[in-house]
T-cell receptor, first 109, second 113 residues
Framework: GQNIDQPTEMTATEGAIVQINCTYQTSGFNGLFWYQQHAGEAPTFLSYNVLDGLEEKGRFSSFLSRSKGYSYLLLKELQMKDSASYLCAAMDSNYQLIWGAGTKLIIKP | DAMVIQNPRYQVTQFGKPVTLSCSQTLNHNVMYWYQQKSSQAPKLLFHYYDKDFNNEADTPDNFQSRRPNTSFCFLDIRSPGLGDAAMYLC????????????FGSGTRLTVV
């Protein structure tokens, strides 16, 4: 079956760094997406990885290892506004997104 | 700005009373998706259109129907809402390839009373 696993909740301190891990199992693979979702709002696109390695985009970076079925999202210089859920989603061979339940990130001052 | 627009943002409906949620897009994307998302859960795909081709997920209840009269508009009809249908309903568009994933509308939060 197809499955995405990510932690339910994480807590970090303002100004610090946090890494949110995701493992996936899909029928075929066309890339790994990270979305940010604030409470009561729609998900917004953060990053896309299809090749192994690290993609950096400002304070956010995303890493992929296809052989391990593993990705992480790295958030640096955390700000209070980064408090949100972070959803990992893998695209299968039919170009459908398989979603994780999201990791709720709580930022403390 | 090109975008995906969902109306209304909040919808309250009575138990068993048909309700329609709407989605429009100015991106000219050929794929449109409807998701149901309950609190702290992953979005659940209900169905999607590739152009006019309708694709229903196997576990989507018959209570949920959809229409796509043209490229820009897509509707979600819930024929007889139950209390368990209270959720956020997300419309998303895509190009059918990987590109930048999907573009989501702001969602409609449905309350059933």
């Amino acid at each position: 079956g197809q499955n995405i696993d990510q932690p339910t909740e994480m807590t970090a301190t303002e100004g610090a760094i946090v890494q949110i891990n995701c493992t996936y199992q899909t029928s075929g693979f066309n890339g790994l997406f990270w979305y940010q979702q604030h409470a009561g709002e729609a998900p917004t696109f953060l990053s896309y990885n299809v090749l192994d390695g690290l993609e950096e985009k400002g304070r956010f970076s995303s890493f992929l290892s296809r052989s391990k079925g593993y990705s992480y999202l790295l958030l640096k210089e955390l700000q209070m506004k980064d408090s949100a859920s972070y959803l990992c989603a893998a695209m299968d061979s039919n170009y459908q997104l398989i979603w994780g339940a999201g990791t709720k990130l709580i930022i403390k001052p | 700005d090109a975008m995906v627009i969902q109306n209304p943002r909040y919808q309250v409906t009575q138990f068993g009373k048909p309700v329609t949620l709407s989605c429009s897009q100015t991106l000219n994307h050929n794929v449109m998706y409807w998701y149901q998302q309950k609190s702290s859960q992953a979005p659940k795909l209900l169905f999607h259109y590739y152009d006019k081709d309708f694709n229903n997920e196997a576990d989507t209840p018959d209570n949920f129907q959809s229409r796509r009269p043209n490229t820009s508009f897509c509707f979600l009809d819930i024929r007889s809402p139950g209390l368990g249908d209270a959720a956020m309903y997300l419309c998303a568009t895509g190009t059918g390839g990987v590109s930048n994933g999907y573009t989501f509308g702001s969602g409609t939060r449905l309350t059933v009373v």
